[in-house]
Nanobody, 126 residues
Framework: QVQLVESGGGLVQAGGSLRLSCSAS????????MGWFRQAPGLEREFVAA????????LYGDSAKGRFTISRDNAKNTNYLQMNSLKPEDTAVYYC???????????????????WGQGTQVTVSS
């Protein structure tokens, strides 16, 4: 069973940066596609970014384009979400997800993902 553990969340002022990490265990990390989603109180889960198993293919949600960067280090079984120029509307719980079919194009659809982390809170103050 694959386990995903997010870290790196916290409180930051608007305009600041955070880097989220997602460490995977219990599976073949370098064959999985990885994604990040977020959910703010009262809102639906929203796609943030995704990356294919080998790294060259990435996909971003509209809110992340130009500000966030997803990457992965297969040797460390970890993927990252670098978030710059944070805004108060980025406040949410951020979830890491893994998709067994990692050789396919990155997906922005939550039900394409097979495993989920518990989430890490990101709070951006104005």
């Amino acid at each position: 069973q694959v386990q995903l553990v997010e870290s790196g969340g916290g409180l930051v002022q608007a305009g600041g940066s955070l880097r989220l990490s997602c460490s995977a265990s219990g599976g073949t990390f370098n064959s999985y596609g990885m994604g990040w989603f977020r959910q703010a109180p009262g809102l639906e889960r929203e796609f943030v970014a995704a990356i294919s198993w080998s790294g060259p293919k990435v996909l971003y949600g509209d809110s992340a384009k130009g500000r966030f960067t997803i990457s992965r280090d297969n040797a460390k079984n970890t993927n990252y979400l670098q978030m710059n120029s944070l805004k108060p509307e980025d406040t949410a719980v951020y979830y890491c997800a893994a998709r067994r079919q990692g050789n396919l194009l990155p997906s922005d659809t939550s039900w394409d993902y097979d495993y989920w982390g518990q989430g890490t809170q990101v709070t951006v103050s104005s």
